[in-house]
T-cell receptor, first 115, second 111 residues
Framework: DARVTQTPRHKVTEMGQEVTMRCQPI?????VFWYRQTMMQGLELLAY????????DSGMPKDRFSAEMPDATLATLKIQPSEPRDSAVYFC?????????????FGPGTRLTVL | RKEVEQDPGPFNVPEGATVAFNCTYS??????FFWYRQDCRKEPKLLMS???SGNEDGRFTAQLNRASQYISLLIRDSKLSDSATYLC????????????FGGGTRLMVKP
């Protein structure tokens, strides 16, 4: 049963610290997404990769957030420096693009608390 | 105006009831439609795709009305385990595999 995995599952840190979240997409999927979910804003798209190339990161605060895919099995989302307003659940999702929009499969999320 | 709008609820229904959720989308170029389910403190999971002709999966029926740009989900014979948030999701093919999520409708099924 293929799944998206994310680490860490929980992270508590202090304001100003660097946070790195990791995601392993489902093997064979060629699209990867990072989302942030809060009670107030719901699910927001932060970044989108296809075949490891970043296609859309317009939802991401550029001054402190960065997203990369160093290889096909790893996607990272980094916040530096972190702020209390970054507290949220961060989901990674993957899917397979073959010319028509298809479903996405979500990882269990990283629950981030910035004090 | 949000691209995908849903009534946030909560919908409180007794076990065995039939409940329906609607969702409207603003992008007329949308071509893919889904319902996802999200349990408390868990990730969203695909419940079902929505096809133009409508489709059914057990107690769940999804309908699409392209002319009016709305999607519906009907749940028959509600179970306690159906309690969750239901997310309406829309995709546009020329946007790659990007999906737009509604804010979700919360359902609480009571004994």
């Amino acid at each position: 049963d293929a799944r998206v995995t994310q680490t860490p599952r929980h992270k508590v840190t202090e304001m100003g610290q660097e946070v790195t979240m990791r995601c392993q997409p489902i093997l064979g999927h060629n699209t990867v997404f990072w989302y942030r979910q809060t009670m107030m804003q719901g699910l927001e798209l932060l970044a989108y990769f296809r075949n490891r190339a970043p296609l859309d990161d317009s939802g991401m605060p550029k001054d402190r957030f960065s997203a990369e895919m160093p290889d096909a099995t790893l996607a990272t989302l980094k916040i530096q420096p972190s702020e209390p307003r970054d507290s949220a659940v961060y989901f990674c999702a993957s899917g397979f693009w073959r010319g028509a929009t298809d479903t996405q499969y979500f990882g269990p999320g990283t629950r981030l608390t910035v004090l | 105006r949000k691209e995908v709008e849903q009534d946030p609820g909560p919908f409180n229904v007794p076990e065995g009831a039939t409940v329906a959720f609607n969702c409207t989308y603003s992008n007329s170029a949308s071509q893919s439609f889904f319902w996802y389910r999200q349990d408390c403190r868990k990730e969203p999971k695909l419940l079902m795709s929505v096809y133009s002709s409508g489709n059914e999966d057990g107690r769940f029926t999804a309908q699409l009305n392209r002319a009016s740009q709305y999607i519906s989900l009907l749940i028959r014979d509600s179970k306690l385990s159906d309690s969750a948030t239901y997310l309406c999701v829309v995709g546009v093919n020329n946007a790659g595999n990007m999906l737009t999520f509604g804010g979700g409708t919360r359902l609480m099924v009571k004994p």
